[in-house]
């Protein structure tokens, strides 16, 4: 439905328990919930306020790319990764190090995007299909331990002869702020699901986000309840201007979101 993320945020309001967290903003929180966003339903941007795709897509860009410094994402005016950089702007082994470069014990690096595609075209039953930002081993030297941790594709089989198989991704996110980063966070990896579903020639199935500690932090209980108040648009949809040599090929001028309907933005501090 097109109000799930609002629910989940209204459940969270009303059910959460009060509990201090790293930041020492306090929280309500909820352990646990589930969300199913079919793909083919329309691309699921927030619509009860105006999410800067601009930056989701900037970000994503630079988690397959493979960095660790926030420059390339400033060059480009996102400045989301800011607060946690140190002043050479390093991140230490992020997500887009674990995604690309995994290091082995004997010195090596392993791809798992590029395996990701490999799977998806080669194997497409596999139920390996996964990658992991959450390298035990490297957490320690993370300027913040990975949110978004691990995820998982499956591909349905055509159901028609000569149709397409479609592609599904499920997400495992340990820590979910859910009035700042969840909007973010659903959209990347849909934008992530197109991105592959093109490359492999699959069609899109459904996003499904899987949250651990789920809370509202209590400097956005304020923003929560104007959100709260107002009523969603249905999903836009998402374009993807042409269809680039890989997965690491994709620029900023790819995409284009078509008639997103939104209420008007809020502000809100995000706790570091
Ligand atoms: N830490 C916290 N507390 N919340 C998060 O959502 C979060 N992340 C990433 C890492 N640590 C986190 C960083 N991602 C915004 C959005 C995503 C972020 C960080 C900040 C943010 O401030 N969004 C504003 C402005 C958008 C813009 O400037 O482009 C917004 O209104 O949406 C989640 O993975």
Known sequence: ARSQYEDFMRHVRDHGVAK????????RSVFGHQMRFDLNEGFPLVTTKKVHLKSIILELLWFLRGERN???LQERGCTIWDEWAADDGDLGPVYGVQWRSWP?????AIDQIAE?????RSNPDSRRIIVSAWNVADLPKMALMPCHAFFQFYVAPATEPGGRGRLSCQLYQRSADIFLGVPFNIASYALLTHMLAQQCDLDVGDFIWTGGDCHIYDNHVEQVETQLARTPYPYP???IRRRPASILDYAYDDFEVLDYQHHPAIKAPVAV
């Open 116 to 120: 990701v595609v490999q799977t998806l």
């Open 104 to 108: 082995t014990t004997d010195g090596g």
């Open 20 to 27: 201090g967290d790293r930041t020492g903003t306090g929280t």
């Open 70 to 72: 926030v420059r390339w």
């Open 237 to 239: 949809t998402l374009q």
